[in-house]
């Protein structure tokens, strides 16, 4: 006798194995955010009911990506520009939504065998405009200065240039790199070399101190002395969304604004919200004007 064969569909109810996620959710943007934005995903109580895609790429590209919606989040480390919220305008006829995510106090690296510990403001801005080209000119041996920076796509190049460098161009033989986590690997293997970025990535490298102006005390990227703002440079990080978010989007916003979300802030290597006092921004806050 020949039997034929039934073709049996198992569903996934019939197995009990947990449907897949429905609905994916894209965060695109600052390469400063992108550790911070990648363990959100990973612990959000959530993300069985949802899929995460997270790229990094420079604020710039996360806010070009907002405006021609191919993300559903922006993740930028610098507050959009007038011309870039115009943008949002006239596409959507309205202005994004801006919710504050986290606190950063923007690092300066110099290399662990580097004896430099310290250095003003002044002085960092006179390294990288090429005014101060040698070490021995801030306290150091007999070496030349090698300079690293972000690229121009980059919120936090945009952040550095215009809060430290008061505007003014970088010298020409700066070096700049595609994201935070090449820049910190080069200047761990360059003995004489200086960068910037994000403070979770001060790994293998030396933090360096900062004073506000020749005289006054130096201080370390530390969570006290940047929500004290001794600590001189430090920033907001941002999520930007093209509406006030509904659903899935609203939950995992929601989720990373409360305590839970801000704990994985402090985890990562950055400044919880709450430790400078400021309230709970509900995802539904009002757009940026």
Known sequence: MRFRSIPVVLTAAILGIAALPQQTITIKGSDTMVILCQRWTEVYPGRDRVRFQVTG??????????INGTTDICASSRPMRPAELEQMRQRYGRPPVEIRVALDGLAVY??????????????????????ITNWKQVGGPDARIILYSRENNSGTYEFFKEHVLGGADFAPNTQHMPGTAALVNAVAKDRWGIGYGGAAYAREVKEIAVAEAPGKPYYLPTLENVISRRY??????????????SGELKSFVDWVLSDDGQRVVSEVGYFPLRAIGEKKQPASAAPRK
């Open 57 to 66: 790429g420079g604020s710039g590209t996360g806010i070009a990506a907002l």
């Open 110 to 131: 110099v290399n662990r065998a580097n004896p430099v510990s310290k250095l003003t403001m002044q002085q960092i801005r006179d390294i990288f405009t090429g005014k």
């Open 232 to 245: 001189p440079i430090s920033r907001f990080l941002y999520f930007y969304l093209r509406e006030r978010p």
